[in-house]
DNA sequence: TTAATCCCTAGTAATCCACTCGGCTTGGTC
DNA sequence: GACCAAGCCGAGTGGATTACTAGGGATTAA
């Protein structure tokens, strides 16, 4: 029941973008570097946010990337669809579900177990935006704007 | 962020064990069928569920599995903790840590995110027992109270 | 023109998942 | 007491997934 590294540092890079919001593009080499991420694997997860319409990519030398729109109106939900898909539990109860929604449907328990767990975690993830988290931010550690992690 | 089969195919063989609860042992051939699961992995689970003491075991011939509490006291989260591990969507904020906290510990606001995620799922987990499974269960399809399924 | 930067595809080692298999122990039943 | 139904246990395995790495374009500011 754990997420992948996709959709962890996928929040991180947004959380980094958000931070420059209205600054102009972040080359994605500093990204990794304050995020202490490989800058090859982030340029993935970075392409399908883009393709997503979460962020814009700025080509060339000073080039880089930015967020697509404000971080208040970005929430951790669509982040985490994009790099790990729709949300939910199991297969068969996952939002905006595709072929593979099961047979048994109406007549099955577990389904409605599920479904809850998936409401739960949509509430959760809709509800947080990446300005949330900024503002939390200043909160916890008033003093270093930066966001750099030591670990 | 989906969970494993073992997590599914629990919470489906305990629902079984519920509806029997109070008629003797189960075997776990029988459970397979019900459940259209093979019996040999089946056994794995059961067998993780009987060490924490979710079942009870009866060996010999005329044996097989029973709850070993009543359905109205065993959660989905206890089931799903022990075939699942403990719930939360990262490893650093999951509940009951070991070793493996992260460093950044109190500075990071993703861990703010992540614990407001485990929180709300651990609300719901915690919250739906197998009798309430099996309260709903007889709201969805009074007529067949087997339970077999098709699928 | 150079260098910084994004863009794309392919490969890969390691891990995990979802099982299967085979043999052992226990204990009613005849 | 033999037989057989059932649980108990550990090892093995094929395939999928994860978390990357590598390398070669294309684009554009300086």
């Known amino acids: 029941m754990r997420l992948s590294t996709k959709g962890r540092y996928g929040i991180r890079a947004m959380l980094v973008l958000a931070r420059r919001y209205g600054e102009g593009p972040v080359p994605l ?45 970005i929430t951790t939900g669509d982040i985490i669809r994009v790099l790990e898909g729709p949300i939910g539990p199991v297969q068969c109860v996952v939002e905006f579900p595709g072929t593979d929604t099961c047979d048994c449907a109406e007549s099955c328990v577990e389904r409605l177990l599920w479904k809850r767990l998936r409401d739960s975690m949509v509430q ?18 008033p003093s270093s704007g930066t966001g750099d992690r030591s670990c």
Chains 1, 2 share one sequence.
């Open 124 to 141: 959760v993830l809709d509800s947080i935006t990446l300005a949330d988290l900024m503002a939390e931010e200043k909160k916890l550690n």
């Open 29 to 73: 080499k500093e990204v990794a570097e304050i995020e202490s991420l490989s800058e090859a694997y982030l340029e993935q997860l970075v392409s399908e946010l883009r393709k997503a319409g979460l962020v814009r990519s700025v080509r060339g030398a000073q080039g880089g990337y930015l967020l697509a729109k404000d971080p208040a109106i």
